[in-house]
C-alpha cells in the first residue's frame, strides 16, 4: 500500500537558518503530494502542493518539488522565522479517479529559536 | 465562511461511556474523513465517506461508528469509551481532484 516517510523531529533551527525536511513516498502511478502545517492547538492547513513530477508547490516562502525518480518531495525554507515554529506533514493522495484518502508520514516537529 | 466545523473542542469521559462527535462543512465537498492524532503516530484514519448514505472503514475503525445522512454532516460516535481512545480527532473534508483536504480545529478527547 501507499507510505510516506519523512524526517523525524525535532528540528530545532535559529532564526534565517535554511530549512529541508526530508519526504519520501511509496505509491503506484502518479500520486498527488501535500504539505500540510500544523500551528500548536490548531487543525492541519494545506501549505502546498504538487500534482505531477517536476511540478514545485510554493507557498509562504516554502517550497518542494515532486521528484518521481527519487519518489522525493522534500520541504525547504531559505529563511525560517521563529512564526514558523510547527509540525509539518508530508502526504499523498493517490492516483486514479475517486481517490480521495490521504496518506501521512507521522510529522516533523520544527521549533525556530531567535 | 466557515469551512470544517467540529464540536466540542474538549470532552473528557469515563470508561464506558458513548459520546458523538461532531463534525460539519459548508463546502459541499463529497468526501469527508476522521483521523485521530497521537504522539509519534502521525494521523490515523478512523473511517471515511465518499457521499451521503456510503462510507467505509479506514485504518483503526474499532471501537468507533460513523453514518453520513447528508452531505454536510459526518458525526463520529464512540460507543463505548476506553483509555485508548485519549486522542485528537479531526475531521476534514475533500472535493473531487487534486485538492487537498480541509481540517476542523480538533477535538481533545480524554477517556478517565
Known amino acids: 500500500g501507499d507510505s510516506v516517510t519523512q524526517m523525524e523531529g525535532p528540528v530545532t533551527l535559529s532564526e534565517e537558518a535554511f530549512l529541508t525536511i526530508n519526504c519520501t513516498y511509496t505509491?503506484?502511478?502518479?500520486?498527488?503530494l501535500f504539505w500540510y502545517v500544523q500551528y500548536p492547538g490548531e487543525g492541519l492547513q494545506l501549505l502546498l502542493k504538487a500534482t505531477k513530477a517536476d511540478d514545485k508547490g510554493s507557498n509562504k516562502g516554502f517550497e518542494a518539488t515532486y521528484r518521481k525518480e527519487t519518489t522525493s518531495f522534500h520541504l525547504e525554507k531559505g529563511s525560517v522565522q521563529v512564526s514558523d515554529s510547527a509540525v509539518y506533514f508530508c502526504?499523498?493522495?493517490?492516483?486514479?479517479?475517486?481517490?480521495?484518502?490521504?496518506?501521512f508520514g507521522k510529522g516533523t516537529k520544527l521549533s525556530v529559536i531567535p | 465562511n466557515a469551512g470544517v466545523t467540529q464540536t466540542p473542542k474538549f470532552q473528557v469521559l469515563k470508561t464506558g461511556q458513548s459520546m458523538t462527535l461532531q463534525c460539519a462543512q459548508d463546502m459541499n465537498h463529497e468526501y469527508m474523513s476522521w483521523y485521530r492524532q497521537d504522539p509519534g503516530m502521525g494521523l490515523r484514519l478512523i473511517h471515511y465517506s465518499v457521499g451521503a448514505g456510503i462510507t467505509d472503514q479506514g485504518e483503526v475503525p474499532n471501537g468507533y461508528n460513523v453514518s453520513r445522512s447528508t452531505t454536510e454532516d459526518f458525526p463520529l460516535r464512540l460507543l463505548s469509551a476506553a483509555p485508548s481512545q485519549t486522542s485528537v480527532y479531526f475531521c476534514?473534508?475533500?472535493?473531487?481532484?487534486?485538492?487537498?483536504?480541509?481540517f476542523g480545529q480538533g477535538t481533545r478527547l480524554t477517556v478517565v
Open positions: 502526504a499523498l493522495s493517490g492516483a486514479g479517479a475517486g481517490s480521495y484518502q490521504l496518506t
Open positions: 505509491a503506484t502511478g502518479y500520486p498527488s
Open positions: 476534514a473534508s475533500r472535493p473531487q481532484g487534486g485538492t487537498g483536504a480541509f
